[in-house]
């Protein structure tokens, strides 16, 4: 069976991909099949070109279709930040939390979203970039241990609870990348029948 790879170390990501895909037959793999897969440097200036750095690197090293995502939370109070800088905005998890907790301390506006582009890239060239984003608020104190990343003080527009509390399939019918990979599949699915049963 022919496969496709998700150009990501970040093993949520995975994890998120494979329910995305429900019963669409393709072989994931992940750069967890590639061990020596030479890091790349995400050098770019959008979520899209980030992606497409990472696409364009698996697809060769691969010699496969690969996809990747950037993905980020946008705060209004904080101009946008961390954005694509939101793995690197801090050491971990619960430190990037605290760290945005604490730059929201005493702001009333707590409007965030989260953003998430993916590239889809063949031999070396990027075919199509996506982008998808869900809007929610900063919770004042984190909530939940479901999801990862800033899941648990991100509270999506019309619901109580964080990602971090909502059943996964819950986010995975929302969130920014499910927003994105839905645009990317009816892409493959109405451009791509040319590459013929590759995807
Ligand atoms: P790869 O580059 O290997 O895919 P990464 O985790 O470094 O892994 P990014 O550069 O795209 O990926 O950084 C995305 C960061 O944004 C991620 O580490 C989280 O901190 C945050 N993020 C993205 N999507 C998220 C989500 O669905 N829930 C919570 N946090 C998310």
Known sequence: MSFIVVATANKHKVDEYKKLLGDIEVDLK????????????????????????????????????AFA????????ALDGRP?????RYAATDGER??????ELEGKENRRARFVCAIAI????????????????TIT????GDGGFGYDPVFQPDGYDQTFGE???????SISHRARAFASAVEFVEDELSLLGDTF
């Not at 939390?97 to 604490?102: D, E, G, H, M, T």
């Not at 909502?166 to 995975?172: G, R, S």
């Open 83 to 87: 954005g694509i800088y939101s793995s």
């Open 97 to 102: 939390i605290a760290k945005l907790l604490s």
């Open 69 to 76: 995502d950037d993905s980020g939370l946008e705060v209004e």
């Open 166 to 172: 909502l059943p996964a399939e819950v986010k995975n």
């Open 140 to 143: 004042l104190a984190p909530r």
């Open 30 to 65: 992940s750069l967890a099949d590639f061990p020596n897969f030479p890091e790349v440097e995400e050098n770019g200036k959008s979520f899209k070109e980030n992606a497409s750095i990472k696409a364009v690197a698996a697809s060769k090293y691969c010699q496969a279709p």
């Open 121 to 136: 890239a063949f031999n070396g060239e990027v075919l199509e970039t996506f982008e998808g984003t869900v809007e929610g």
